[in-house]
């Protein structure tokens, strides 16, 4: 059945380590959001992308964050150097032209240590 | 900029009663979305109100969309146990780009 699917699901990295997560939109959905989620914050949205531009990524500290989407299959997010206070759910959301529902990935666990 | 703001933000309630979460958003909008989270879990897609006075309905969940008022309510009839989770809405800006509310922990009690 149609997903989103994120790898990895859990990451415990040390501080100032690369760490890369990976989204598989729903095949067919040309719009992809990144979102960050703490108990302090909640949601917050930091990048997202249509036909594989990025539309908008004010939400995103720029000198560690970076997110692409090499192809329409894949969309990664990428912090160099981490940061323990980037601990934290890292969810994907895919959405179709017209934009009527955001389906939701499984999520990545980050622990930086 | 989008602001969207729930209330209350936590709800502790007993089996059987029914309450409202209410969802304010700051801007112009005619799409609104409930979703609900589970501990450890994504978030599952519960309803999507696409115009104003828009109406959805699920078991003993219903929610509404007032554009006019920028509001929207979810009510709960006759709350049980599984409904304990929480509940976020969210607006879509632009018809692009997806903002949440912070949340609404729901817990039933017996």
């Known amino acids: 059945d149609a997903r989103v699917t994120q790898t990895p699901r859990d990451k415990v990295t040390e501080m100032g380590q690369e760490v890369t997560m990976r989204c598989q939109p729903i095949?067919?959905?040309?719009?992809v959001f990144w979102y960050r989620q703490t108990m302090m914050q909640g949601l917050e949205l930091l990048a997202y992308f249509r036909n594989r531009a990025p539309l908008d990524d004010s939400g995103m500290p720029k000198d560690r964050f970076s997110a692409e989407m090499p192809d329409a299959t894949l969309a990664t997010l990428k912090i160099q150097p981490s940061e323990p206070r980037d601990s934290a759910v890292y969810f994907c959301?895919?959405?179709?032209?017209?934009?009527?529902?955001?389906?939701f990935g499984q999520g990545t666990r980050l622990t930086v240590v | 900029e989008l602001k969207v703001e729930q209330n209350p933000l936590f709800l502790s309630m007993q089996e059987g009663k029914n309450y409202t979460i209410y969802c304010n958003y700051s801007?112009?909008?005619?799409?609104l979305y409930w979703y609900r989270q589970d501990p450890g879990k994504s978030l599952e897609s519960l309803f999507v109100?696409?115009?104003?006075?828009a109406v959805k309905q699920e078991g003993r969940l219903m929610a509404s969309l007032d554009t006019k008022a920028r509001l929207s309510t979810l009510h709960i009839t006759a709350a049980v146990h599984d409904l304990s989770a929480t509940y976020f809405c969210a607006v879509d800006q632009y018809g692009n780009k997806l903002v949440f509310g912070a949340g609404t922990i729901l817990r039933v009690k017996s």
């Open positions: 095949l067919g959905h040309n719009t």
């Open positions: 109100l696409l115009s104003n006075g």
């Open positions: 959301a895919s959405a179709s032209t017209g934009f009527t529902e955001a389906f």
């Open positions: 801007t112009t909008s005619d799409r």
